[in-house]
Every structure is written in C-alpha cells, then in structure tokens.
C-alpha cells in the first residue's frame, strides 16, 4: 500500500495538471478520428453520385412546394370572397369591384364581363377563367348568343319561314312561344311556365322579373311580343279563417310574415278589411298588391 500509495500521492495542483493534460490528449485524438472518417466518405463519393443525389433532393423539394400550392376546383365567379380572391391572385381592389357589384344583385355571366367588372389583367384572366364554372342556363344563353349571328345571315332570315305564335297571352303561352324570344331557351322557358303555375298566372309585369336568372333586358324583349291579355282568375282565401299552412302557400308570404299576420289576427280578433294588412309591423307595403292577390277579409 505504500508503494502504491507513493505513485498516486498528488496534491490538488498536480492533479488538475494531469486532468487537463488527459482532456487535450482525448480531445486531439477526437479531431483526428472524425478528420480521418470525413476524408474517407468524401474520397469515396464521386462527383456523379453527388450530381444525382442532388438531383433527387432539388426533385422532392419541387414537389413538396407543388403540394404546398393551393389547389383550384371548378367554382363560380360570383361567390368569390376575400380569401380565395387573395389566394387566386386578384388585388385588393379588384376583389372590391367585384363584391359591390354583386350587392346590386346581378350576376357575372362570362370571363368577359369578369374581367370588364373586375378590370383584372389578361394573364390573370388566362389563368383562373378556365376554372370558372356558371350555371347551365348562363352557358346556353352564352352559346346562343354567340352563335345566333353565325346560325343565319341577314337574307337567311328574310327567307326563314316565320315562326307562328299560339297567342299572345303571357299566361297561355307554351314552351315552344317563349324560346321564340332571343335570349329565352328551353331552361328559361320551363322556369318561366313553372313559376306563371305557382303564382297562377301573371297579374303585373313585374312578376316576369321574379323568375331566377331573368335579366331584365329579356323580360322587356318578351313583353314587346307577349302581354297580359286576361288577368289570372285566382281564387282568393279568407285570412280570417284560413289555417297558417295555407298561408305559407302563399308565394309572397314567408314564415316570419305568416307569423305576424296570424298574431295580428289575434290581436283584432278579426280583420274587417284587408288594408289592414298595412297596420303590421314592418309588412313589406311594395308586395301588398301581390300578397292581397290571394287574400281577402270576408
């Protein structure tokens, strides 16, 4: 024990110096070992497999950032909001034009008019169009419009045999009269008759504007043709007594003005006339014609 104890005697100076000697020893094999390995791995890499190598990662960033891209489906123009606006490409302003312009409820019918309201650049315009998507009915009208001017020349129609019309009367007239107007064909046509079935006829011109879809430069073309002969014989309902589903029936009366007119109902007891319609709060008055066409007090 002694003479072990006479080599590993030391005092705290001269341990520290041989703990520091030992941790440069281990710390400069470290630098030869990983010196020596990173060496070997790139004498042993060739420039070609490097290349390739490469290749492949700049090959799978590409399509990571692809994939990382939103990605566009078919949509309607008209219901573009301020996010997909933006991720469309379209600025600030441009997105603007196009909302007030949906606020006077009208309606974009082809990239033309799009970029004609929105004033979009043409290479915006080649980019997201073929996505958009419109209603049946706007691209027969789009077709037909297109094509009308090619179908037939000016002395075509001249010799094309006239077209005889069953009548007049708005509320008699068949599909077949209706598409005899430019810019009515069979989608517009049968919207037409189904919605004149369900007010049971036309009583004011203005209800024509009613049908979905119907720009008013085609209602005005169909009344220099078409016109309302006879007023609809529409059998009118007691509001005194008719129940609130028979109401509801009614195409003008929704469920929240059924539900004020049956509690004013039992507020009077019973009306005496139906002008009293008009003492309801916020009853719509610019559809009182309309709605009193299928009601009365007696």
């Not at 301020?82 to 909302?99: A, C, F, N, T, W």
């Amino acid at each position: 024990m002694k003479i072990l104890k006479s080599h590993f005697w030391y005092n705290k100076s001269q341990r520290n110096g041989i703990f520091l000697l030992v941790s440069i020893i281990i710390l400069f094999q470290g630098f030869i070992f990983f010196d020596v390995f990173n060496g070997e791995i790139i004498e042993e890499t060739s420039d070609t497999e490097v290349l390739f190598l490469q290749k492949q990662i700049d090959s799978l960033r590409g399509v990571e950032i692809y994939n990382r891209k939103p990605k566009i489906y078919p949509f309607n123009p008209n219901y573009i909001t301020d996010y997909k606006g933006e991720q469309l490409g379209m600025s600030l302003d441009e997105i603007d034009r196009l909302l007030s312009f949906r606020k006077t409820n009208k309606f974009v019918n082809s990239k033309e008019e799009f970029q004609k309201i929105t004033k979009v650049s043409d290479s915006l315009l080649n980019q997201i169009s073929p996505y958009f998507k419109f209603p049946d009915w706007v691209l027969e009208k789009n077709s037909k419009n297109k094509n009308v001017s090619n179908k037939f020349t000016s002395k075509d129609k001249i010799n094309k045999n006239k077209i005889v019309l069953s009548t007049t009367d708005i509320n008699e007239a068949t599909i077949e009269d209706l598409m005899t107007i430019n810019g009515i064909g069979l989608v517009f046509s049968k919207r037409i008759i189904k919605y004149r079935s369900k007010l049971q006829g036309f009583s004011f011109k203005e209800q024509l504007l009613e049908v979905w879809g119907l720009d008013k430069e085609v209602a005005d073309k169909l009344w220099e043709v078409f016109s309302i002969t006879k007023k609809p014989n529409i059998k009118k309902m007691n509001v005194n007594t008719m129940e609130f589903k028979e109401l509801l029936k009614n195409p003008y009366v929704d469920y929240e003005l059924c539900k004020k007119i049956f509690n004013y109902r039992d507020e009077v007891a019973e009306l005496q006339n139906i002008s009293e319609l008009k003492n309801i709060k916020d009853f719509p008055l610019d559809l009182y014609d309309r709605i009193t066409l299928y009601l009365q007090a007696k």
